[in-house]
């Protein structure tokens, strides 16, 4: 946004919002207001409205602001409507029957991932993602995705910050051997599970990407290890990112039929 597109309170807020979503680091009043081109004393009272309606908060024991929970809250809430519509619902029940398993588009929220739309194609036999339910971060995939793609130093904090609860043997519990799982994650540019959220159940997930190639979900598979072996998630990877990428295709662009949500078809 544009300084001279700055002329209302609602803009200027706008504006404050996404300089501080954008930063890698917690912003001063004064860096926000310097960027924006904003008188100070106008900074300071936007973003003390801001704070109060839980959209900025100070990062912990500094007079710096990062985005506030309620934002986040209502980011995810906002990305979830999004994939819940008919084009997107379709591509997601597209993928699931021809990979032949439960599909499911996961965000994160509050350090927790939150299932905003699945597809379910057999009858349950282990773990099922479905809309509203939440799981860790260490031990999904769509947890693993996120947490690869921060800055190094970020993704070390937080892997230091997460409680990293064994749920089964194979749970990653160990700081270090999460960093190299990653490290390696972000390099192939997906993830997997080998059990280590819920036992006999493996998965892999793809990243959904915005036109501007920020990460604003992922796309994922969750199995009965007695079906597809955790080696054999490999095949699945190719068809989930062509809907990956389908999905980041269509995420700007309202449905022709106008219908919000098509949850209720799968």
Not at 11 to 23: E, L, P, T
Not at 65 to 78: E, H, K
Not at 190 to 208: D, H, Q
Request: proline share 4%; charged share 25%; hydrophobic share 45%.
């Amino acid at each position: 946004m544009s300084e001279a597109s700055l002329n209302g309170p609602l803009d200027r807020a706008f504006a404050i919002v996404g300089y501080v979503a954008g930063q890698t680091r917690a912003a001063s009043v004064a860096e926000i207001a310097s960027a924006l081109s904003l008188p100070l004393p106008t900074a300071h009272r936007l973003i003390g409205n801001l704070e109060l309606r839980g959209l900025l908060q100070k990062a912990l024991g500094t007079k710096r602001y990062v985005v506030g929970n309620q934002l986040v809250t209502l980011s995810a809430r906002v990305i979830g409507a999004a994939f819940r519509t008919a084009r997107r619902h379709a591509v997601l029940r597209a993928v699931a029957a021809e990979i032949g398993e439960q599909c499911e588009i996961g965000v994160v929220r509050d350090n927790v991932v939150s299932y905003v739309d699945s597809v379910r194609v057999s009858q349950p036999q282990g773990l099922q993602f479905n809309p509203g339910e939440a799981a860790p971060l260490h031990c999904t995939s769509t947890g693993k995705i996120y947490m690869s793609r921060l800055p190094e130093r970020a993704r070390e904090k937080l892997c230091r910050a997460l409680a990293l609860t064994r749920y089964t043997e194979t749970t990653i519990v160990d700081v270090e051997s999460l960093m190299k799982v990653l490290d390696e994650t972000r390099r192939r540019g997906w993830a997997k599970t080998n059990e280590e959220y819920v036992r006999g159940v493996v998965g892999c997930a793809v990243p959904i990407l915005s036109p501007d190639r920020e990460l604003i979900a992922c796309l994922g598979v969750s199995v009965p290890v007695a079906r597809v072996s955790f080696t054999a998630l490999d095949r699945f990877i190719a068809p989930l990112q062509k809907a990956a990428e389908l999905l980041s295709e269509t995420i700007l662009q309202a449905d022709e039929d106008g219908r919000s949500d098509a949850s209720a078809e799968a």
